[in-house]
């Protein structure tokens, strides 16, 4: 297909911020989308893999600055000057191709098919030579770009397409170009791509028209597979009257989530980002080896921090360094040593799970897993239908330095990638949020060099609304906790634009924050501001999709006059 028909869909896409008349614009174009061309799907989102593929283009907005000098044979200074006025170097690609256009050629049509081929080589590259190698793969593209294939192109080189198609979006496209819209069709083909995670593959099939045929995709072992998320009770009362009694309550364990997949002997771990940390948790494999009964499986669990003498257990901010960390794994390992607290199963045996009642699931839990404490055991759980006692194993889990608890209706199937209403989690109070970091403003004085302020959004539908500032709970020396250079260093890469002192960065780098309250302010976009909001931790094992919503927000302001709190 020829890439100049995509781009000319990219702008159409762009040109409405209506969803719906997203969907149909998406929609026409899926409905004569060819077989051949499934891959574009990938192109849709700005990815070149499916999503389970951890394989990324990468590319700075350096390297692509010197392609676009490269490719129109302006100098580097010229088209820096150019970024900074225009501030978007998609629009800078577009424009200096556009002057160029006027006195030559391009080489040869661009296909889709030759773009995915260039931008698939560019993360297989390493080692000598990589960025001139890397540089060339670009070039070509970019030498071949008609005016608005280049400004697409550079987007999505840079991660940026800008076109506010989510996959939800694509989810409908496909329900309304194969299914008339029907509701059902868009519910299983939304738990379908949370099955595959591959869009494509999800297009082979619902090209056919036959909702059946969805069934063929199934779970496969070593394919990451997004994890079920809860939503919030207020309490026991509310809990109970929710999922009906008995239920299952369980430690909410302060840690992150690890997704563990066993076929034979292949082991491998992953975040509920999709990514694969096998190679950062040796000891992990090792207790599956060990601990864990089954030819295949998949395990849902909650990887938790200790300490090696005391056994006390660790906030996760203490041991989040080891999902990232690819070097001197051993010593880290010591250090931070983690125990994984098993609670659900997806798949066994050649089986898939999702179907199965949480009571059977958690049951077969129990009969694989050998316990062994400070490694791996089954997470602590009590089937109760009484409110007081329930209390009581809650008090327990806080005691030992867990976040509260989970409540799980026992007959209820699990459900990848959604945030169900049959899992509901407990906390003693509302006052912690996971933001993204969209700007920023360079320090004075001591801080001087070291971006300092850094501005925190949360989102709404496609948008990143601003709350807040924070600057609390970064350390300027380097010990315990983040530092403003590190996050400096991470935040550089991301700039957009410059006025100033201030920085607008690429929402990416996710954190964790506290806060004393929410108060209703004109100052920020979300109209919410945060009051002495304090950093506590970077959320590497978290994705934009993660971070909390104006909606949530809003509860949460709602809530805090009426601060529940057990104990
Ligand atoms: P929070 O920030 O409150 O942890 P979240 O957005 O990370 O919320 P939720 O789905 O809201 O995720 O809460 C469930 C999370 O709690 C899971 O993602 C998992 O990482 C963790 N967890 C700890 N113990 C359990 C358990 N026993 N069962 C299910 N999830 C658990």
Request: with cysteine; glycine share 6%.
């Amino acid at each position: 297909m020829r890439y100049k028909k995509l781009a000319e869909l990219y702008q159409e896409l762009k040109s409405t911020t209506k969803r719906l008349e997203k969907i149909k614009i998406l929609s026409k174009f899926l409905e004569y989308l060819h077989k051949e061309d499934r891959d574009v799907m990938y192109l849709l989102l700005g990815d070149i893999y499916p999503e389970y593929d951890e394989r990324r283009i990468g590319i700075s907005h350096q390297l692509a600055i010197k392609s676009i000098s490269k490719a129109t044979g302006i100098e580097l200074k010229q088209v820096v000057k150019e970024w900074k006025s225009l501030g978007d170097l998609g629009r800078v690609a577009e424009k200096l191709t556009l002057n160029k256009k006027q006195s030559t050629l391009h080489n040869y049509i661009l296909t889709t098919e030759k773009v995915l081929e260039n931008l698939r080589k560019l993360p297989e590259l390493e080692g000598k030579g990589t960025v001139n190698k890397k540089l060339a793969l670009i070039t070509e593209l970019l030498t071949s770009a008609s005016p608005i294939e280049a400004l697409y192109l550079v987007r999505t080189l840079i991660g940026d397409l800008r076109i506010g198609v989510k996959e939800s979006t694509i989810r409908e496209s496909m329900s309304k170009a194969f299914f008339d819209g029907d509701k059902e069709a868009s519910k299983k083909i939304q738990g379908t791509i949370d099955k595959s995670n591959d869009l494509a593959a999800v297009f082979d099939v619902v090209k056919k028209g036959k909702l059946k045929e969805l069934k063929k995709i199934s779970l496969e072992v070593g394919k990451p597979i997004k994890a079920m998320l809860a939503q919030k009770a207020k309490d026991f009362k509310d809990g109970f009257k929710k999922l009906g009694k008995p239920c299952a309550v369980e430690y909410k364990y302060d840690g992150f989530r690890l997704i563990i997949h066993k076929k034979n002997k292949n082991i491998l771990l992953f975040t509920r980002c999709l990514e694969n940390v096998t190679k950062q948790f040796p000891e992990v494999v090792g207790y599956i080896q060990k601990y864990v009964q089954g030819k295949s499986f998949i395990l849902d669990s909650e990887a938790v921090g200790f300490d090696r003498k005391t056994k006390e257990y660790k906030p996760f901010q203490e041991i989040s360094q080891r999902i990232r960390r690819k070097y001197n794994i051993e010593k880290l390992q010591k250090e931070l040593p983690i125990e994984i607290n098993v609670f659900d199963i997806i798949y066994y045996n050649g089986k898939s799970q999702l179907n199965e009642p949480f009571k059977k699931r958690t049951a077969l839990i129990k009969k694989i897993i050998k316990n062994n404490p400070y490694k791996i055991i089954c997470a602590k759980q009590i089937i109760i239908g009484n409110e007081e006692r329930a209390k009581e194993f809650y008090k327990k889990a806080l005691k030992e330095n867990q976040e509260g608890v989970m409540m799980k209706n026992l007959e209820a199937i699990y459900k990848p990638g959604s945030r169900v209403g049959h899992m509901l989690k407990i906390k003693p109070e509302e006052r912690d949020l996971d933001l993204v970091i969209t700007g920023a403003e360079y320090g004075t004085g001591k801080r001087k060099g070291w971006l300092s302020s850094f501005v925190l959004s949360c989102k709404d539908k496609n948008k990143f609304l601003e709350i807040g500032k924070v600057g609390t709970g970064i350390k300027e020396k380097s010990g315990q906790g983040i530092t403003f250079d590190e996050l400096t260093k991470k935040l550089i890469p991301l700039i957009t634009k410059e006025k100033g002192k201030t920085v607008y960065i690429k929402p990416k780098i996710v954190v964790a924050v506290i806060y004393q309250e929410i108060q209703k302010s004109p100052n920020y976009a979300s109209g919410f501001a945060l009051r002495f909001p304090r950093f506590t931790a970077l959320r590497p094992d978290k994705s934009l999709r993660d971070i909390n919503t104006l909606d949530e927000i809003k509860e949460d302001f709602k809530k805090q006059k009426r601060n529940y709190r057990y104990g």
